[in-house]
């Protein structure tokens, strides 16, 4: 796993990394509506709506890689009650994810802490729930992060992934992947006058480990009932588990 990389280039690719996310912190949310047409709204919906929150118990939640705050402003719009705290190695975005969340009037409910997915800043067993969305194809050790997820969720704590898959059906692979070398990099240097970071988006979902081995991941950092749902012909995936 970790595709092969050696150490240092796995500390090169989290420069890399940075390096994009530095660039594009400030019209991030628009290039994502822009390039999925929305449709990042959708995927993010429905995990959330899958963590079950309910009105009236208290719900803990940790969003890694959480960048400009999406994920956890739904996941307190779902739950009256929960709190949530979005961890980003990138001070950039989670500055802009503070500035939304100030202005929603929401900064009590949604705190951002700057850390890494692999060597999260939290105690064992302190989390309800665990997401992360359209990040850990970015972080150079992914089954550390799982392990790190593990560590963190309570006892009956879910982790729940979404990513770009690989795994796209027959048919629709061809149209994404024209989409994707020829509208995507374009797209990003009109807005964000640089198309490297977006070549890099597209190189880095396809050596993204397919479902059934990013499921097999899961498993191994020691979640159970592990769950693998392709959604929109595949281009994204939610996986998950839970923490017995
Ligand atoms: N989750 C947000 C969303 O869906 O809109 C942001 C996703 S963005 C494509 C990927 C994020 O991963 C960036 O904000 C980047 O800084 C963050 N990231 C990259 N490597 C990371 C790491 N090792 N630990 C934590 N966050 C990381």
Known sequence: TDFGFRRVDLDAKQDLVDDVFHKVAARYDLMNDMMSAGLHRVWKDVMVTRLGLSKTRPFRHLDVAGGTGDVAFKVVGAGERATATVCDINGEMLKVGQGRADKRGLSDRVTFVQGNAEDLPFPSSHFDGYTI???????????????????????????????????????????????????????????????????????????????????????????????????????????????I
Do not use: H
């Not at 795994?167 to 149209?175: I, N, S």
């Open 133 to 243: 969305a359209f990040g850990i194809r970015n972080v150079p050790r992914i089954q550390k992060a799982l392990d790190e997820a593990y560590r963190v969720l309570r006892p009956g704590g879910r982790l729940l992934v979404l990513e770009f898959s690989p795994d796209v059906v027959p048919g629709l692979d061809r149209v994404y992947d024209a989409y994707s070398f020829t509208v995507i990099p374009p797209m990003g240097r009109m807005v964000t006058g640089d198309a490297q970071p977006y070549q890099y988006l597209v190189e880095s979902i396809r050596k993204f480990p397919r479902n059934d081995v990013f499921a097999g991941m899961i498993a191994k950092a020691g979640f159970s009932r592990v769950e693998v749902t392709p959604m929109t012909g595949g281009i994204a995936c939610l996986s998950g588990g839970w923490k």
